[in-house]
């Protein structure tokens, strides 16, 4: 089976949620017309995200699924018969949590809650404790992190290990030491020897612009399980929406490695990993 | 504390040991001439790779550290004031290993035995099962790791969980599918990654020339704490050996990423790790 995925880089405008919502539609429509099955969005992409104290945070969010944002991201699936997976700014009692929702066309799949918080995000967000959940569709079984995330190679191997065919990132990458623009962006790398490693598509969604002066760096991608990118990197501060088709069919893709060698993900030698434990 | 490291990229001849201790000792006082300090060299280096048979590999290999190489290594590091770093084919009464020795100017320090062994490897040597040792050294903590222990993120991740400051890759890689010369090594994309992952300097020696039809690619580098390239990649087809002085002391390596971060090693979650096992 073939899939479509299209990774949409936009910029949301921080505190503007109606507005958000209202672009990231646009961009879903537009990609459900050109055959998108499977669409991802940035990190927070309906609230924005550099703010300004908890209050702002909370003002800003919503239960999920039971907010006014995964309501028209789940009209938009059912119509189109797709696939999303979205940051979005959650509440759940007193915490707020920096969360990716799967939605199908028949509506809520289930929240990955971003494990590894970022920043002032830790003044604002409840970490989150439910590991990292892969959810079962027909476009394969969809794996999620955010951002940070994508930085502890554990997360991946997380996904990997309980199926993932398709890691979905929702993202807000901002700028590290020793980036510059003739170097292909460190989160990229990152992107490309987790696929590799663990033999699983990954799709990045990022954001684009400055937000009260924090700049973010576009760059989003989708990469093969082989880990060479077949989508993007998307342009550093433009929004444009990244496609790629991936055959999940491809016997090479969970096929031994050689005679003697499963792939890094069958592998693995758990026991050998205890020297620091 | 800066550290001036050389890898040395060589071209064993498989078979021809003493031949392979001769060139490995030119190398190693070439790079003592020009101020290494740390020196490493690729896997298997004294006996070559390929191997057609248990009994020939047998035949090549010696007790670590008991053996001639070890001790003509010993040597060199003692008169030049080195470590070093080397792949050596190791015997263990009927065992043998795939080896990494750790010598330093007063002698031997260690041994790393491959933990994952790649293709026919395995049906010669056998996996090691001391997990992933780090050395004490008056050049910092010294991790190692071979050839494909390179494609776990949980290899290197136990190295720096151990608080090895520079992890050492002796190395024989292999083309893999995908890679093309107008695309950085995968090989290379994995170490920046892992570096980046676990702020630690990255040293890989790898070999050149094909060994009964195996070709090997090169493109030896060092790796900076920050994921960047600071010495390489070498060529794909030339012995060469590649330098670059590190900076242990550099204040960032440690240091908080930001006021609520340490970095993807001080911020790990290890109970969100448990999903898939």
Tied chains: 1, 2.
């Excluded at 990609?31 to 800003?60: H, M, W």
């Excluded at 990132?169 to 987790?194: C, F, H, S, Y």
């Excluded at 799709?203 to 973010?216: L, M, S």
């Amino acid at each position: 089976m073939t899939v479509k995925i299209a990774c949409i880089q936009m910029e949301p405008i921080v505190g503007d949620k109606a507005g958000n919502i209202e672009k990231s539609l646009a961009h879903i429509h537009e990609a459900a017309d050109a055959g998108a099955q499977l669409i991802v969005l940035p990190e927070l992409c309906n609230s924005g995200y550099v703010f300004e104290s908890k209050e702002e945070t909370r003002a800003l969010a919503e239960p999920v699924p039971g907010g006014e944002t995964v309501a028209a991201w789940a009209q938009a699936a059912a119509e189109r018969d797709l696939h999303i997976v979205a940051g979005i700014n959650e509440i759940d009692g007193d915490d707020l949590f920096n969360s990716a929702v799967a939605i199908g066309p028949q509506g809520y799949l289930g929240t990955f809650r971003k494990v590894h918080l970022w920043n002032q995000e830790n003044a604002f967000f409840t970490p989150g404790d439910r590991g990292f959940p892969v959810f079962d569709t027909p476009l394969g079984r969809i794996g999620a992190l955010i951002c940070y995330d994508g930085w502890f190679p554990e997360s991946y191997r997380e996904c990997a290990l309980q199926g993932a065919d398709i890691v979905c990132v929702p993202t807000n990458w901002v700028p590290i030491n020793g980036q510059d623009e003739n170097r292909k962006a460190m989160a990229n790398i990152l992107t490309m020897a987790a696929a590799h490693s663990n033999s699983v598509f990954v799709a990045c969604a990022d954001r684009v612009g400055t937000e009260r002066g924090q700049p973010f760096i576009g760059q989003s991608l989708i990469v093969s399980y082989t880990g060479w990118p077949i989508g993007g990197p998307a342009s550093p501060t433009d929004e444009q929406i990244v496609y790629a088709d991936v055959d999940l069919d491809d016997p090479a893709r969970r096929s031994a490695w050689n005679e003697y060698n499963q792939n890094p993900l069958g592998d693995r030698r758990p026991p050998e990993y205890q020297s620091a434990r």
